[in-house]
């Protein structure tokens, strides 16, 4: 079955400091491709960031980056310099069976002054 | 473009009435897709269309039927709601599944079932 854990419920994190948010996965497939999505309070579901796994470089967006570990299936999102529009719920994701996108259950991020 | 847009925002319904949510995207994306969102489940596929005149069923499709009789629109129809269909639901789209599969996502209808 391919499925997504997100193990941390909430995180939190002072202002301008790091935080880095946990994703595992399980999949037979060998290319994919694995996706963050951010849920602030307004409920939009926004596309923070994409890593293709044939792709051995990390993937970069501003203050958010990946650390895809492929043979641990592993994927998760660090953010740097937090600022209080970081505070959101994160859901990890990938397209399952029938590109169908299956969702991590979130973690809660709280961004402290 | 406007992106993915759904009506209503919010919508009350009493247990056993009928009513359809509203799906539109302006980017002709041929993948579209409707999801719920329930407190500590992520967000659970019901029913997803690969193109015009083509769907299919997600992991938690009863009680929903969908149509999708032109590329822009994908209505999701509750045919006779229940408590249990409390939640809120969104609609998305993609424009290609294989190669650009990031989905683009509605702002969401929060639907209340007395």
């Known amino acids: 079955a391919q499925t997504v854990t997100q193990s941390q419920p909430e995180m939190s994190v002072q202002e301008a400091e790091t935080v880095t948010l946990s994703c595992t996965y399980d999949t037979s497939e060998s290319d994919y491709y694995l996706f963050w999505y951010k849920q602030p309070p307004s409920r939009q579901m926004i596309l923070v960031i994409r890593?293709?796994?044939?792709?051995?470089q990390n993937a970069t967006e501003n203050r958010f980056s990946v650390n895809f570990q492929k043979a641990a299936k592993s994927f998760s999102l660090k953010i740097s310099d937090s600022q209080l529009g970081d505070a959101a719920m994160y859901f990890c994701?990938?397209?399952?069976?029938?590109?169908?996108?299956?969702f991590g259950t979130g973690t809660r991020l709280q961004v402290f002054p | 473009n406007a992106g993915v847009t759904q009506t209503p925002k919010f919508q009350v319904l009493k247990t056993g009435q009928s009513m359809t949510l509203q799906c539109a995207q302006d980017m002709n994306h041929e993948y579209m897709s409707w999801y719920r969102q329930d407190p500590g489940m992520g967000l659970r596929l019901i029913h997803y269309s690969v193109g015009a005149g083509i769907t299919d069923q997600g992991e938690v499709p009863n009680g929903y039927n969908v149509s999708r009789s032109t590329t822009e629109d994908f209505p999701l129809r509750l045919l006779s709601a229940a408590p249990s269909q409390t939640s809120v639901y969104f609609c998305?789209?993609?424009?290609?599944?294989?190669?650009?599969?990031?989905?683009?996502f509605g702002p969401g209808t929060r639907l209340t079932v007395l």
């Open positions: 994701a990938f397209p399952g069976i029938s590109d169908k996108l299956i």
């Open positions: 890593q293709e796994a044939y792709k051995q």
């Open positions: 998305a789209s993609s424009f290609n599944p294989l190669s650009h599969p990031e989905q683009f």
